[in-house]
């Protein structure tokens, strides 16, 4: 029989502007695993906060998906910063939600810490299993970000759901350690899942298409980053590294994401930019549709994984899926999904100039014609989002039976 699921992304919408400030993977997976489930006969009700754009407060969004938006009495978007303070509202909308429907749920799936925090509410109402995903995870986020600081509050949650919710799902195994570190979380209860890629929307197309579709020169050599312009992804550091490659004089960084030209953090990227003198290399691309990224990637001849910090890092899986290889920074599952020197390269720590060397051992294998997009793509084609959610639902129901 099918599950009445009620997933909880609360301060990020899983049909958001993917790639600008508090919307990227999360809603990604929110989506993907939502309309699997959907197609296999759950029925899934996704919780999100009011958009003040949105006139219908439910919004169908595949089969058995209902999208609902809570208001929690704010006619505004609510900050990040401020929805913490308004979680009890919006548990009160959610309880009349569910008077009006007369619908019960099996399971509750919370995404991040906020999320969380009130599904760990409703679950003392409701009494069924609470699964959570962090997503990241405060505390090493802060031992890793060169700026942002997380607050003590989302700390001690994060510490207090490790403990009170049933399950935890991760993505990668480096996740379920630091939980257990951090957090003190059981083991037991942590279900590693990798994340998955739509391989109908990224798959490869010919170089030279894709560079005639985005006006990128033949002979240039296309270094892409895509993804949220975060102190945490590493643009400095990859700025950084950019710097030792000057010498390749066709070299250009193609940046996709971020919130525009006149946000903080591209004004901060434009001046270490300058710092480095290497402005001219640089391609602000803006925000794109994921529809439109597989021509990116596949424009490019090596995708950048510079962070910090990562749970997991969706675009490496979407890069590799499009035939394009991969150098990344040891963080989330790059380990576990880059074949070293098949599909591209992990380093073997955060030195900028370490980081320089594998980009230029790529192109060089790159201008040698040594890499196989199909044999790229071919290490990846596993890592559906039908086999992750197939193994949410034994989650879900190992969980309810136990
Ligand atoms: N993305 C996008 N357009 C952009 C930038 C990013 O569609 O301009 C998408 C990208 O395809 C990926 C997601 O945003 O699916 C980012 O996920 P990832 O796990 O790499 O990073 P996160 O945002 O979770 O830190």
């Known amino acids: 029989m099918g599950l009445n699921i009620a997933m909880l992304s609360i301060h990020s919408s899983p049909i958001g502007d993917l790639g600008t400030r508090d919307t990227g993977g999360m809603s990604v997976y929110v989506r993907e695993v939502a309309q699997v489930l959907g197609r296999l006969g759950h029925c899934i009700d996704i919780f999100t906060q009011h958009n003040p754009g949105q006139q219908d407060p439910v919004i169908d969004l595949y089969d058995n998906v209902r999208l609902i938006h809570l208001s929690g009495g704010a006619n505004e978007n609510i900050a990040k910063s401020e929805l913490y303070e308004y979680l009890p509202n919006l548990l009160f909308d959610l309880k009349a939600f569910q008077n009006r429907q007369r619908v019960t749920y099996d399971v509750i ?15 003392e109402w409701w009494h069924v299993p609470h699964f959570v995903t ?11 970000s060169p700026t942002e600081k997380e607050s003590e509050v989302r700390l001690a949650n994060e510490k207090t759901l ?29 279900w590693v899942i ?16 894709a560079r005639r579709q985005l006006a990128f020169s033949n002979e240039a050599i296309i270094v892409l980053y895509v993804g949220r312009y975060s102190p945490v992804k590493g643009l400095d550091h990859l700025f950084k590294a950019l710097s030792y490659l000057k010498h390749l004089d066709q070299l250009r960084l193609v940046l996709v994401g971020g919130d525009g030209e006149h946000s903080r ?12 003198n290497i402005q001219d290399r640089l391609v ?22 510079p962070s910090h910090y990562e749970s997991f890092g969706l675009v490496t899986l979407e890069a590799l899926a499009c035939g394009t290889p991969v150098v990344a920074t040891p963080v989330g599952a790059m380990k576990t999904i880059i074949q070293d020197g098949v599909s ?22 790159q201008l040698k014609g040594v890499l196989s997009p199909a044999e790229i793509r071919a290490s990846v084609t596993r890592l559906t989002w039908t086999r992750s959610a197939s193994l949410l639902l034994e989650a879900y129901q190992a969980q309810s039976e136990a």
């Open 344 to 365: 591209g390269y992990v380093a073997d720590n955060l030195d900028a100039e370490h980081f320089a060397q594998l980009v230029e051992a790529i192109v060089l294998k």
């Open 265 to 276: 953090m591209y004004e901060h990227l434009q001046s270490v930019a300058k710092g480095l």
């Open 162 to 190: 490790a403990d009170v919710c049933d399950g935890i799902v991760v993505p990668s195994a480096n996740e379920k350690e630091y939980l257990i570190q951090y957090y003190d979380a059981l083991q037991d209860k942590i």
């Open 194 to 209: 990798p994340c998955g890629v739509n391989l109908e929307r990224f798959k490869p197309m010919a170089k030279a298409a």
């Open 109 to 123: 799936h919370s995404h991040y810490w906020l999320s969380g925090v009130l599904g760990a509410m409703i679950q």
């Open 284 to 305: 602000f691309a803006g925000r794109v549709h994921q529809k439109i990224l597989p021509v990116y990637y596949s424009a490019a001849d090596v995708f950048v994984v």
């Open 134 to 144: 962090y997503h990241t995870i405060g505390v090493v986020k802060n031992r890793v």
